[in-house]
Structure formats: structure tokens, C-alpha cells
């Protein structure tokens, strides 16, 4: 089993940047992907971005492609997030999520194991 605990949201400004941080703990060698997924007030739950473990590969929503990065720290077992340019719609709560047997990495149905999220709020 994988725990997940997210942390490093806050406020800023519109243009500013934030590092989010996915702390992973237990059989944390099960899974084949993390990913960042994210939800506003009164909207469905989306994915933002995700890496695959054994390739190495990542994927982005279009709407953060080229402002957001996703990187890992494979000996301290942290996934991170880091966001620039950040815009006043990227307000959300930003969920860590772990999955053991994705395919796309993209869709939220294939991961199993969610972090219990961390606000991010950015102002005009």
C-alpha cells in the first residue's frame, strides 16, 4: 500500500510560481506512475501532468505545457511540481495520485491512491 501527502500550496499572484511536493511512503516500488491532477469549485477533477516510473517519460495538460514541470527525487521518494507563470484559472485544490498499472497516466479512473490534496490559489 501508498501513502501519499502533498504540501507547498498557498497564494500568489498571477504570474508568480509555487513548488508543489508529493511525499510517497510503503510498497512505493508497486507503482507505475504519479501524476498531478487538480479540481476547482463546481468542476470535475482534471489531469495537469505525470510520469511514468521505469521510462522516465512525462505528459502535460495542454493548458500548463511549457509553464509546469514534473520531476522526482527517486532516493527521498518525493514527486514535485513546479509552476510558473502561474494564472488566476490554475486555482485548485492539486491532488498527488499513485497508480499501479496506468496506461494513458492521463485518466483519473487508473489511479488508485490519492494524496488528500493542497490548495493553490492564485490572484489577478
Known amino acids: 500500500q501508498v501513502q501519499l501527502v502533498e504540501s507547498g500550496g498557498g497564494s500568489v499572484q498571477a504570474g508568480g510560481s509555487l513548488r508543489l511536493t508529493c511525499a510517497a511512503s510503503g510498497r512505493t516500488f508497486s507503482f507505475n506512475a504519479m501524476g498531478w491532477f487538480r479540481q476547482a469549485p463546481g468542476k470535475e477533477r482534471e489531469f495537469v501532468s505525470a510520469m511514468r516510473w521505469s521510462a522516465f517519460s512525462t505528459s502535460y495538460a495542454d493548458s500548463v505545457k511549457g509553464r509546469f514541470i514534473i520531476s522526482r527525487d527517486n532516493a527521498k521518494n518525493l514527486v514535485y511540481l513546479q509552476m510558473n507563470s502561474l494564472k488566476p484559472e490554475d486555482t485548485a485544490v492539486y491532488y498527488c495520485?499513485?497508480?499501479?498499472?496506468?496506461?494513458?497516466?492521463?485518466?483519473?479512473?487508473?489511479?488508485?491512491?490519492w494524496g488528500q490534496g493542497t490548495q493553490v490559489t492564485v490572484s489577478s
Open positions: 495520485a499513485a497508480a499501479h498499472r496506468a496506461t494513458t497516466t492521463t485518466a483519473t479512473y487508473e489511479y488508485d491512491t
